[in-house]
């Protein structure tokens, strides 16, 4: 059953620009990751925050995560063509089964 | 992404057909698992292996019959499926105890 959505939908910006996009989740989490999708492919792990965790860097990539409000953000800086994806949030709740939501198209103009 | 290999990229196949779908993880891992991703729609958990053992089978119909030999091979053999069928299938494998899932590039299957 899908636990995460994303939010917005999708998100256009220009290259050097930050992209963000959340991600909300209904029941209690271990974790929460985040994967890139390049068109027709398969998925790409970015970043893994865990329930205790508030905030992790990872190169051009930060994730917040509130578990108060059940929610988690995923910030881009500095923004590049090759970041042109779509991007989904997966919360695990402990039992190694993750739960993806729609998704988030990014694109990213020259 | 070579870590994980799927074959074939592509599929078209009639109704009434049989046809399997491979996925080879060179990665040393003990978990895989098949997702569907339809267009707009979040993936969907089809079913979970570990130690080739079937942990999961999430209410997915008789028409899609997974196999594990080994815990390096998973296939899905599919027959009389349905046009809304037709997605992408991708496949995944973890080490046991390790959250992160690796992926396949996916199969694009479609049914006419």
């Known amino acids: 059953s899908q636990q995460g959505e994303e939010d917005p939908q999708a998100l256009s910006i220009q290259e050097g620009e930050n992209a963000t996009m959340n991600c909300s989740y209904k029941?209690?989490?271990?974790?929460l990751q985040w994967y890139r999708q390049n068109s027709g492919r398969g998925l790409v792990h970015l970043i893994l925050?865990?329930?205790?965790?508030r905030e992790k860097h990872s190169g051009r990539l930060r994730v917040t995560l509130d578990t108060s409000k059940k929610s988690s953000s995923l910030l881009i800086t500095a923004s590049r063509a090759a970041d042109t994806a779509s991007y989904f949030c997966?919360?695990?709740?402990?039992?190694?089964?993750?739960?993806f939501g729609a998704g988030t198209t990014v694109t990213v103009r020259a | 992404e070579t870590g994980v290999t799927q074959t074939p990229r592509h599929l078209v196949m009639g109704m009434t057909n049989k046809k399997s779908l491979k996925c080879e993880q060179h990665l040393g891992h003990n978990a895989m698992y098949w997702y569907k991703q339809s267009a707009k729609k979040p993936l969907e958990l089809m079913f979970v292996y570990n130690f080739k053992e079937q942990t999961e089978n999430n209410s997915v119909p008789s028409r899609f019959s997974p196999e594990c030999p080994n815990s390096s091979h998973l296939f899905l053999h599919l027959h009389t499926l349905q046009p809304e069928d037709s997605a992408l299938y991708l496949c995944a494998s973890s080490r046991r105890g390790e959250e992160t899932q690796y992926f396949g590039p996916g199969t694009r299957l479609l049914v006419l």
């Open positions: 997966a919360t695990d709740a402990g039992d190694y089964k993750l739960s």
């Open positions: 925050i865990r329930s205790n965790e």
């Open positions: 029941t209690s989490i271990n974790n």
